[in-house]
């Protein structure tokens, strides 16, 4: 990419689990990507609620992109920021925070589950929008923020971060889809959505497409010579959305994992499928970049066992992860899998004792609930996500037709070769893994195909990811 554009940017992805800051620098004309800052995150309990630490979080980031500008001999042209889904924070007349955003987890939403379902049927909801209907979802939130009076405009979390460097107030369209909120054909706010459940339109943010320029770094950041001029450049901000972009794969005979705390199992279409029969199932249509869509299903993930190892290990050093999977691999495989989706396994803590009320549950023998046992817990996590993986895959060829010949893992799971032997062999697809950091790799393919002027074109930001994936990380 010699000599057409200034060649450093940074991309943001906000995790549930940790947050990360990455500068993407050109030495000679070869990509090199560096992770200057990475910070764990989690939600903090305030009183009765679930809430995100909002100033950790941006104090943080600041820090992030302190460190970008010490790397850098040149500009930092372009910044762009993804993250998880649903979550958003509520704004004054001044675009400041109104208070921390609820966690996605927070227990508010139960009672707006129940009054949605009074207004209108889960399939009729399917069908406007495509979407999963779940209590996590920003729809259910906003319910709960109105019958609370707390109604106020809104922005999701990675188009906040955004804002607060200076763009303009917006949701980028990947991740607008995830609310909730969207019409699944037309591929705007559905104005009836918002109008059966009491939603104020008016509180919403402009809905704008991948790749769109929301203005120049202003503020504190502007300070520093390295982003002075620096453009924000909304990618894909849902972060399975960049994971999936991320992916240098052609054709249309694959499917992905985006393997972490959750697994998102499913492909790309190029067209909804909102049938009664995909709502049984679980899958849900949300937005990819190119206009497409990623159908896909959620399934319990890397959660099994982080959650195994708070409940029986003290200290998280007593089982590094590359040792426990090695051991894992060496112990014999069980005779009965578990269901990974069981919403008891969903709930935090106590999980061992969990996964052992549904072995109990199913005359199966239980598991020592002690760190030496831990080997034989992930060695069941591995082979019931492996089976999981399959069943999902195939339904997925069921509802949309396709012939699916691959698989691509992305995400941190990508790194356990053990579950990636368990997923080729449950599925009998060839598996190829993508980069841990997908979503990473989405985000810049993005923000440098709208700097060469190809704003959301899905064959030049595959391009680039296919550069970027075979660059060599520091």
Known sequence: MPGR??????????????????????????????????????????????????????????????????????????IGVDGWAVDYVRLNGQGAPLAEPFCYRDARTEATEADAAERCTRDNLYQLSGVQPLRINTLYQLMADTRAGDAAPWL?????????????????????????????????????????????????PELVGTGTELGVAEGGIARLEAFRGARLIAPACHDTASAVAGIP?????????????????????????????????????????????CFHKNVNGMWLLKQCLAHLCEAAEMWPMAELVAAAERVDAPETLLDVDDPALLLPGEMASRINAQLRHRGAEMLEEDPSAMPRFASLIFHSLARRYATVLADVERLTGKKLMRISMVGGGSLNQFLNRLTAESTGLELSCGVAESSTIGNFAVQLATLEGAQNSADRIAHWARELTSLRHC
């Open 5 to 78: 554009f200034p060649p450093h940017l940074v991309a943001i992805d906000l995790g549930a689990e940790s947050c990360r800051v990455s500068l993407l620098q050109w030495k000679e004309d070869d990509p090199v990507i560096e992770l200057v800052h990475r910070f764990a995150n989690a939600p903090v309990q305030r009183g009765s609620t679930l809430r995100w630490e909002l100033g950790r979080i941006t104090t943080e980031l600041e820090k992030g992109l302190q460190r970008c500008a010490e790397r850098v001999d040149a500009p930092i042209v372009s």
């Open 156 to 204: 999701n979390l990675p188009e906040y971060v955004l804002a607060k460097l200076g763009g303009r107030r917006v949701a980028e369209y990947t991740n607008a889809t995830h609310t909730g909120l969207v019409d699944v054909k037309a591929r705007r706010w559905s104005s009836e959505i918002f109008a059966t459940f009491g939603l104020n339109a008016g509180d919403a």
């Open 249 to 293: 794969m052609a054709g249309d005979d694959w499917a992905y994992i985006s393997s972490g705390t959750w697994s998102l199992v499913g492909t790309l279409l190029d067209a909804p499928v909102a049938t009664a029969e995909a709502c049984a199932a679980g899958f849900t249509n949300l937005g990819a970049v190119g206009g497409r869509i």
